[in-house]
């Protein structure tokens, strides 16, 4: 396709909604025509030099963001195979397994030193030198497009590395790049700021300012003092910041994650998170990316409550991500793991999204298990959530009797009796205990419960995301505090290389699990997927409605370990009878007959459609 040809398609595309852009550019720049004209001039460059090939995938949009076939899986690079050559010839590993979507956590090259796990970014278009370069990472995206895997990558929006080339330049005293990011001559303005945050790492970098005496200013250091805040404020940022958006589309990159998006948008006399023009600016980039990369998704990171994390998908007349994480489902899953108890799942919120939005459901991450719970539902299931939450902290750690997992705290606060938790998901689901006691029947259920915890998050609507390591029951690697660099943050017991020499029978049954989701959803789009309430407390039932499928599917999860009984009364107030099947096993389900048993950590994919 010819440089011409392009430059029509995107004149098309831009002129179809250059009025509403412009409209929305201006409530956040207002009278900056001229700066305006210089993004859409951006815009059209990076369109041009877009490859005929992405151009045409470009046609199916984002449309692949809500087919069953998406299975996700994040990594660390480095751990899972060393560098990019190595993740190259282990794309069969993903492909075996059935995964079409793989996260390369912080791949960009990060700063010198401490870097946040990759979250202070150096420069956004060179690929971290640990893993190799840009032409590693081409070829990796290549080969992967090539079985049918797409890629995502992490995009860190909020702040830049105190080495990146703006801030050197700012450090030098150049006002242009000073007025890239939030500077003040004296403490008065950092002050006023302070009495309203709150502070991401209280124990290990306290407050959200870090004075550089280099140029006598205090510079917005929200995370880390290695990390400067970008002032979204000034519109020359924001062209930067898309550029960057566009060049990573460019290059193949099929999803990229904006990483800490709560944070973007700075005003005085406010908390600073959440903020009307965070919204803008998102709502901004997911028409920029529309018009010049659509086959390209917008994953969103924020850690925030349901309630508020839910509007980052926007609405359908102002969309902003694509996907969005589902971390109290990843916190409820858990919780109810614990507990014994389906009624923390059953009873969370329903949101209505966008269309073709979707969450990316998971049960870990790289990251520690914050427990954000519903304090209201808490209460009114009969427990203090004080209590509650000490219970969770105590139990993952495994310092409770009658807990199975072995773990370890992260950011333990003795004044406020506060911590999150830390470990592989098989050794908070008890498979590490039970290897330490030779206790087989113990082994025996952590391999149900771990296969219970993917199938809650594979069997759902949304796009599963799985973590590499746990499709081999990779328990916690205690190595991290043999290293300086990491002995203070105990996230990277749950970060140990990939295995490459251990073998698992959990491999063969969750790649059964992809298989079946594929088989089942794959061609289908699940309309709704609601729970159910019903008279047994520790199984979880939900209603699947498929989109041109007449008979629903009901889903059921017995969350313990002993065997429990549905009485098939239950199903019956809700109108479902008859004789269903288990398309998990074939086995035929009597909803005539008093009750269904459901064994151990046993689920079942249940529907009257038959084989």
Known sequence: ?????????????????????????????????????????????????????????????????????????????????????????????????????????????????????????KNYRKIDPRV???????????????????????????????????????????????????????????????SHLGEVFPTVAPGNFTFYEAIGKYVMTTFYPYQWDLNYQNPEVFHEMASNLLFLANI?????????????????????????????????????????????????????????????????????????????????????????????????????????????????????????????????????????????????????????????????????????????LASLAGLEKAIRASDRYQIELAHKRILLIHALILLRKGIPMLYAGDEMGQLNDYSYVDDPKKMKDSRWLHRGRFDWSKTSPLFDAIRELIDFRKRIYGKKYIVEDQPLLIGNEHVLLIQQVIRDQFEDNLLLFNMTEDRQWVYTTDLKRYGYHGTWTDLLQGKKLFFEEEKILLGPYEYLVATKQGL
């Not at 059935?98 to 990060?110: A, D, N, Q, T, Y």
């Open 252 to 424: 193949g990159v099929d999803m990229i994650r904006l990483d800490a998006i709560p944070y973007i948008w700075k005003t005085l006399g406010s908390d600073c998170k959440n903020l009307p023009e965070v919204h803008m600016i998102l709502s901004l980039f997911r028409d920029i990316i529309g018009i010049c990369a659509p086959s390209t998704a917008l994953l969103g990171e924020a850690i925030v409550s349901p309630s508020v994390i839910v509007r980052y998908f926007g609405r359908e007349d102002r969309l902003e991500c694509h996907a969005l994480y589902n971390a109290s489902y990843m916190v409820e899953i858990w919780n109810s793991i614990a507990t014994r108890d389906a009624r923390h799942m059953a009873l969370m919120p329903k949101y209505e999204l966008p269309e073709q939005s979707v969450w990316i459901n998971y049960a870990r991450c790289h990251d520690d298990i914050g427990w954000g719970l519903d304090e209201t539902r808490i209460r009114n299931l009969g427990f203090d959530p004080q209590a509650h939450k000490n219970f969770l902290i105590d139990f993952y750690l495994g310092s409770l009797d009658g807990s199975f997992s072995i773990g370890e705290l992260y950011e333990y606060n003795p004044e406020k009796q506060d911590a999150r938790n830390s470990g592989t």
């Open 1 to 121: 396709m010819q440089k011409n040809e392009k430059a029509l398609i995107f004149n098309q595309r831009l002129a179809s909604c250059r009025e509403e852009l412009k409209i929305k550019y201006g409530r956040l720049y207002p009278d900056c025509e001229a700066a305006f004209d210089r993004l859409t001039h951006m815009m059209l460059e990076s369109f041009v030099g877009r490859t005929s090939a992405y151009i045409d995938k470009d046609l199916k949009t984002t449309d692949w963001t809500a087919s069953g076939e998406t299975v996700g899986m994040m990594l660390y690079v480095d751990l899972f195979s060393d560098d990019l050559k190595q993740l190259k010839t282990h794309a069969d590993h993903f492909s075996d397994l059935g995964i079409s979507l793989v996260h390369l956590m912080p791949l960009l090259m990060p700063r010198v030193g401490e870097n946040d796990g990759g979250y202070a970014v």
């Open 132 to 194: 190799g370069d840009m032409k590693d990472f081409k070829a990796v995206i290549s080969e992967f497009h090539r079985k049918g895997i797409k890629i995502c990558i992490d995009y860190v929006i909020n702040h830049t590395s105190n080495d990146h080339e703006w801030a050197l330049k700012a450090l030098k005293g150049e006002e242009k790049y000073q007025n890239y990011y939030l500077m003040y001559d004296d403490a008065a303005i950092p002050n006023a700021f302070e």
